[in-house]
T-cell receptor, first 116, second 118 residues
Framework: DQQVKQNSPSLSVQEGRISILNCDYT??????FLWYKKYPAEGPTFLIS?????DKNEDGRFTVFLNKSAKHLSLHIVPSQPGDSAVYFC???????????????FGAGTILRVKS | GAGVSQSPSNKVTEKGKDVELRCDPI?????LYWYRQSLGQGLEFLIY????????KSGLPSDRFSAERTGGSVSTLTIQRTQQEDSAVYLC????????????????FGPGTRLLVL
């Protein structure tokens, strides 16, 4: 039973436009959410995160939105660049000491292709 | 400084053989994590080390899997009597202390070991 789901295996976007990657979760105990980016033959690298006390976190071209009632988060990339082409993983964890406080639960990833 | 390194980068083995995968974390990082990514799946947590001890081994899929960490540094993941379903990319990550809960401290990943069991 997947607790973190990325329902879009891939997304193709034109350079300069907005990329929106979506993630849904089922466990209401999750209180911290992260996005990782992965290039081929490399390990994932941390991109941006958000805690459950916020509904938005912004870092340059990257913004993560959290809708707790819908158990949904999204990553917006504006403007998209060809170098953003990668696999994006959504991940979640719970409070320290709780069941998922010492685990990161990952989604299956979304392949983003930014066309120039 | 150097990032997390893993060796070998690729490993092809025959069903039933044992394999050892190595991880060198970032110097000074107390916490070390092993994950695996099977084809079409997300990263699956395997085990977490705090120093040389493993407070959480709950992700190890069977007793054929074991891991150790020595000197608070290098870790080895061993898979005994490999099966075809063990084929995956095995990723190691480290973080500074691991004490704040996984999500609250950035984990730095190595490039992974691609294991293929024939």
């Amino acid at each position: 039973d997947q607790q973190v789901k990325q329902n879009s295996p891939s997304l193709s976007v034109q350079e300069g436009r907005i990329s929106i990657l979506n993630c849904d979760y089922t466990n209401s105990m999750f209180d911290y959410f992260l996005w990782y980016k992965k290039y081929p033959a490399e390990g994932p690298t941390f991109l941006i995160s958000i805690s459950s006390i916020k509904d938005k976190n912004e870092d340059g071209r990257f913004t993560v939105f959290l809708n707790k009632s819908a158990k949904h988060l999204s990553l917006h990339i504006v403007p998209s660049q060809p170098g953003d082409s990668a696999v994006y993983f959504c991940a979640a964890s719970g409070p320290p000491g709780a069941e998922y406080g010492n685990k990161l639960v990952f989604g299956a990833g979304t392949i983003l292709r930014v066309k120039s | 400084g150097a990032g997390v390194s893993q060796s070998p980068s690729n490993k092809v083995t025959e069903k039933g053989k044992d394999v050892e995968l190595r991880c060198d974390p970032i110097s000074g990082h107390t916490a070390l994590y092993w994950y695996r990514q099977s084809l079409g799946q997300g990263l699956e947590f395997l085990i977490y080390f705090q120093g040389n001890s493993a407070p959480d081994k709950s992700g190890l899929p069977s007793d054929r899997f074991s891991a150790e960490r020595t000197g608070g540094s290098v870790s080895t993941l061993t898979i005994q009597r490999t099966q075809q379903e063990d084929s995956a990319v095995y990723l190691c990550a480290s973080s500074l202390s691991g004490l704040a809960g996984f999500g609250w401290e950035t984990q730095y990943f190595g490039p992974g070991t691609r294991l293929l069991v024939l």
